[in-house]
Every structure is written in C-alpha cells, then in structure tokens.
C-alpha cells in the first residue's frame, strides 16, 4: 500500500487559513490523493481529490506539487466545525482506503 | 442525495448472539465498502462490493459474514463475536470501484460484544 507522512497535530487561530501538508515520496502515476475529514463520533466525510492538477470545490482546495510528491489541503478560513482529524490517502485503481493516522487538527477560537 | 444511512446505530450482543448491521444508499453507487475503526484508531478496510459482487476480503474472520441483496443494501452478519471486535462499524458508497470516485461514509454502528 502506498504510504503517507502527515504530522500527528496542528493548531490554527479560527477564521484563518490552514495548510495540511502530506508527503507522499512513493507515489505512483496512477495514484490519486484523497483527503478525508472524520469529525469527533462521526463518520469519515469526503473532502476533495485529485491526480495532477490542483483542485478547488466548495469545502477546500488541494495544491499538488509538481512532482507529486507531495500535497496540501487548504481551508481557506478555519471555523470551529473544521476541527476534526484530516486523511490523506493514496488511492489505486480498485478505490480501496488504506487511512493512515492522519493529522488532528484543533481550531482555537 | 448524498446519504448513506446504517441501522442500528448502537448493538450490544453477547460472544453466543447472530446479528446483522445493515447499511443503504439511494445515490445508485454500484460500490459498496464495510469499514471497522477500534476507538483512537483509523478506520481500516473489510470488504469491497463491487456490482453487488464480493470483490475484496481483507482476510476478514468467517465470523463476519458481508451480504449485498441488491445494488441499494449491504448486510453484514455476525455470529460468535469476540469482546476484541467491540468497534465502530462504517458502510461506505462510491459510484464505481476506481480511484477517480470519492466514497461517502455512513454515521457507523457502534458495536459492544459482551
């Protein structure tokens, strides 16, 4: 399975951007990067994907680097209900999720 | 409609009960996915459907049984439970098993063997 690092923990002021990286240095062409959010006693809630380009909707955007090594989830201004424990995830062909510990993100009001 | 819904929400069952958690979706999505999460853990993959098709078992124990009856339904069946097994159950949907689809998650069922 391919892997990513993403950091254990981050802090962000409310109303302000966050950037959640993720290094993915084993990445293949055909892998996709998924982002999921899993909010406290919920299910996993989609966020975004994508391949080779960056990608905007409407709950964040994902900078992919040239390389593919590497990407980041941008919120573009944190609220409270953002806070939650954030997934990125190399996806193959078959669409299987193999999550890893994700990044806990807490929103300070 | 985005919606996946799990039924129940909360099963107490002891190590010698048969139950089953049930899991549906209205989008037409033809993929189908059971996930199991130990408390502070990620959530880790046990089945795949694809087509109504068991096309994934991430060596899962034969106690867990999957059962997809159509293209809107998915079961799992459960008899002689271990207390190790107690855990957060989440169904999943995506439109076809491919990376380029995102899945949508229920809410879980929330299991405690006895």
């Known amino acids: 399975d391919a892997k990513t690092t993403q950091p254990n923990s981050m802090e962000s002021n409310e109303e302000e951007p966050v950037h959640l990286p993720c290094n993915h240095s084993?990445?293949?062409?055909?892998?996709?990067i998924h982002w999921y959010r899993q909010l406290p006693s919920q299910g996993p809630e989609y966020v975004i994907h994508?391949?080779?380009s960056n990608v905007n909707n409407r709950m964040a955007s994902l900078a992919i680097a040239e390389d593919r090594k590497s990407s980041t989830l941008i919120l573009h201004r944190a609220t409270l209900r953002d806070a939650a424990v954030y997934y990125c995830?190399?996806?193959?062909?078959?669409?299987?999720?193999?999550f890893g510990t994700g990044t806990r993100l807490t929103v300070i009001p | 409609d985005t919606e996946v819904t799990q039924t129940p929400k909360h099963l107490v069952m002891g190590m010698t009960n048969k139950k089953s958690l049930k899991c549906e979706q209205h989008?037409?999505?033809?993929?189908m996915y059971w996930y199991k999460q130990k408390a502070k853990k990620p959530p880790e993959l046990m089945f795949v459907?694809?087509?109504?098709?068991?096309?994934i078992n991430e060596s899962v124990p034969s106690r867990f049984s999957p059962e997809c009856p159509n293209s809107s339904l998915l079961n799992l069946h459960l008899h002689a439970l271990q207390p190790e097994d107690s855990a957060l159950y989440l169904c999943?949907?995506?439109?076809?098993?491919?990376?380029?689809?995102?899945?949508?998650f229920g809410p879980g069922t929330r299991l405690t063997v006895t």
């Open positions: 084993t990445i293949s062409g055909t892998d996709y």
């Open positions: 989008m037409g999505h033809r993929a």
């Open positions: 459907y694809s087509y109504e098709k068991l096309s």
């Open positions: 994508g391949l080779t």
């Open positions: 995830i190399l996806v193959t062909g078959a669409n299987n999720l193999f």
């Open positions: 999943a949907s995506s439109h076809r098993v491919a990376a380029s689809y995102e899945q949508y």
